[in-house]
């Protein structure tokens, strides 16, 4: 994607965090493997946002490195605003 240029063109999405029931009970851990993974990306040169529970959209600059992030549980009214200018940001309209 980055040597294409395509981070102009995509919404990345961080998953909110499991509730403690479902940690308990030994599933899947969203932050343990976000963590993991983003070192991983660091290595080529992508630099994902820190974990969130509140879950996350976000935009990379064509260097790799974080340009804009909305977090998922925004109020609706900021939430809307904010993807908007996520939108506009990545030169999407809707």
Same mark, same amino acid.
Do not use: C
């Given at each position: 994607? &980055?040597? &294409?240029?395509?981070?102009?063109? +995509?919404?990345?999405?961080?998953?909110?965090?499991?509730?403690?029931? #479902?940690?308990?009970? =030994?599933?899947?851990?969203? !932050?343990?493997?976000? !963590? &993991? #993974?983003?070192? +991983?990306?660091? !290595?080529?040169?992508? =630099?994902?946002?820190?974990? @969130?529970?509140? =879950?996350?959209?976000? @935009?990379?600059?064509?260097?790799?490195?974080?340009?804009?992030?909305?977090?998922?549980?925004?109020?609706? =009214? #900021?939430?809307? &605003?904010?993807?908007? +200018?996520?939108?506009?940001?990545? @030169?999407? +309209?809707?």
């Amino acid at each position: 994607m &980055k040597g &294409k240029g395509l981070f102009n063109k +995509t919404i990345f999405i961080m998953p909110h965090i499991n509730d403690a029931q #479902t940690l308990a009970q =030994g599933q899947f851990d969203v !932050e343990q493997h976000w !963590e &993991k #993974t983003s070192r +991983t990306l660091l !290595e080529w040169g992508l =630099g994902m946002p820190q974990y @969130s529970a509140d =879950g996350m959209f976000f @935009s990379l600059g064509q260097d790799g490195r974080l340009l804009r992030s909305v977090r998922m549980n925004a109020g609706w =009214g #900021t939430f809307a &605003k904010n993807i908007q +200018t996520l939108l506009r940001d990545l @030169s999407i +309209t809707i």
